[in-house]
């Protein structure tokens, strides 16, 4: 056949294919969510996530060098507390003190040039599992008070050394709350990546279990976004932006990369998708059963990420793709 334009001539072998691939990934584009717990050399798998588990700063220390080495430059911090920790107003997420502050400060002493990206949000301090206030009488969210909270979360993770903060609430008018706190408190410098599209999605069980932060009643759907929803996103995403977020994130991450390319297309910040514990234990499952391959699923499902618009990447995959990334 006389054929001018011929595809396949590009696919011919892996290095001309290399050679024009559209998408790269790199290890800069990763970041390590990472658990911790009180206690020293302790570490308590979680089930639902193999190869991750609760860690005790001093073997947290020791993970962190290890990404360092491998290039991951950013971590993101989930703090399991003991229930006695945990009230109604979430008292301990303001302690300077706490597993969490200390955790942080002990990072950026010893190692300055990593990124710390944390945590705003209740539910891992509060005892009712949910990410803002409870009305003990009705149920309801109490939007306009958690803000004060968040805002002061977010004050003292600064003051201990937290270079992104990730208001993930999902309250209205969070991220303008945190900023002007930030702001009055001398912290301009300091980067807010916002939740911005949070769906109520079923792919958080895994790490529910981690943290033993799933709501004691109710669930999330009046403040997380019905996953039906694409316009909304781009509503949160301007509200956010002009209440001075930094970053956008979408969040999961597969069931929503429609979500990542709206984004990505609508504004011309940088976006990040978290590819949740969910999407990592499925994988994981159907690996360990022999039904895929999980390391070419791995990295298809992360580069889709970046096919789709998303700069950065929160997964549980990072030390393992920085593994091959640095190998190869």
């Known amino acids: 056949m006389n054929l001018i334009q011929r595809p396949r001539r590009l696919r011919r072998s892996l290095a001309l294919r290399s050679l024009v691939s559209e998408t790269k990934l790199s290890t800069a584009d990763l970041i390590a969510?990472?658990?911790?717990?009180?206690g020293t050399n302790s570490f308590e798998p979680i089930l639902s996530m193999p190869g991750h588990g609760r860690m005790s700063l001093d073997l947290l220390l020791k993970e962190i060098k290890t990404l360092d080495e491998l290039g991951v430059q950013c971590v993101s911090l989930f703090p399991a507390l003991e229930d006695r920790l945990k009230d109604p107003r979430a008292k301990e997420a303001l302690n300077p003190d706490g597993l969490y502050q200390r955790s942080i400060r002990a990072i950026k002493e010893k190692f300055p040039d990593i990124?710390?990206?944390?945590d705003v949000a209740l539910?891992?301090?509060?005892?009712?599992?949910?990410?803002?206030?409870?009305d003990p009488k009705?149920?309801?969210i109490l939007n306009d008070e958690t803000l004060e909270i968040l805002a002061a979360m977010a004050v003292v993770q600064a003051q201990a050394g937290s270079d992104i903060l990730g208001p993930s609430?999902?309250?209205?008018?969070?991220?303008?709350?945190?900023?002007s706190a930030l702001d009055q408190a001398g912290f301009h410098d300091r980067t807010i990546m916002s939740y911005t599209a949070k769906y109520a999605s079923s792919f958080y069980g895994p790490f529910r279990e981690a943290l033993a932060s799933a709501p004691k009643s109710g669930d999330k759907k009046t403040y997380q976004m019905d996953f039906a929803n694409a316009r909304e996103a781009l509503k949160e995403a301007r509200l956010d932006l002009e209440e001075g977020a930094d970053i956008l994130m979408v969040k999961p991450g597969l069931s929503y990369l429609d979500i990542i390319y709206r984004l990505k297309e609508a504004f011309d910040v940088p976006i990040a998708a978290y590819q949740v514990s969910g999407e990592y234990a499925m994988v994981k499952a159907a690996s360990e059963r022999g039904w895929i391959d999980g390391e070419k699923v791995m990295i298809e499902t992360l580069m889709s990420f970046k096919r789709a618009g998303a700069d950065l990447i929160?997964?549980?995959?990072a030390k393992e793709m920085?593994?091959?990334?640095?190998?190869?």
């Open 33 to 38: 969510p990472l658990f911790l717990k009180e």
């Open 115 to 118: 990124l710390v990206m944390t």
């Open 322 to 328: 920085a593994l091959i990334i640095q190998e190869s």
């Open 138 to 140: 009705t149920g309801t």
């Open 314 to 317: 929160l997964t549980y995959f």
């Open 123 to 134: 539910d891992p301090y509060s005892s009712d599992g949910h990410d803002g206030l409870v």
């Open 169 to 179: 609430d999902m309250m209205d008018g969070r991220v303008g709350a945190i900023r």
